[in-house]
Nanobody, 127 residues
Framework: VQLQASGGGLVQPGGSLKLSCAAF????????MAWFRQVPGKEREWVSC????????WYADSVKGRFTGSRDNAKKTVYLEMNNLKPEDTGVYYC?????????????????????WGKGTQVTVSS
């Protein structure tokens, strides 16, 4: 199993980045995909989740209206388009996968709900 996140970088406040996460080695259409982020010294924070159905997405209040999640089932890749970035969006962004068939159902917005994690990609928002 592998989740390969990419697309991070340094951007000025107000700028945009698009993260990608390619998945390998598990049943893609049975998993919701989530993004989390973490700053050193702080707990990992949930950012977004997209269900195994393409049209179902959820966002943390801190990014709602600025970030857009999507997934390409043919490419087994999930994306996070981030616009109007703020310094507080700085952190390591991780993609993760959660099995929709788990019983009882696991939340897509909690660490413990995830089955697989990628290694993360650094996003730095600074002038």
């Amino acid at each position: 199993v592998q989740l390969q996140a990419s697309g991070g970088g340094l951007v000025q406040p107000g700028g945009s980045l698009k993260l990608s996460c390619a998945a390998f080695g598990f049943t893609w259409d049975q998993h919701a995909m989530a993004w989390f982020r973490q700053v050193p010294g702080k707990e990992r924070e949930w950012v977004s989740c997209i269900g195994s159905g393409v049209d179902t997405t959820w966002y943390a209040d801190s990014v709602k209206g600025r970030f857009t999640g999507s997934r390409d089932n043919a490419k087994k890749t999930v994306y996070l388009e981030m616009n109007n970035l703020k310094p507080e969006d700085t952190g390591v962004y991780y993609c993760a996968a959660s099995n929709n068939l788990s019983k009882p159902p696991r939340p897509c917005n909690k660490d413990y709900g995830m089955d697989y994690w990628g290694k993360g990609t650094q996003v730095t928002v600074s002038s």
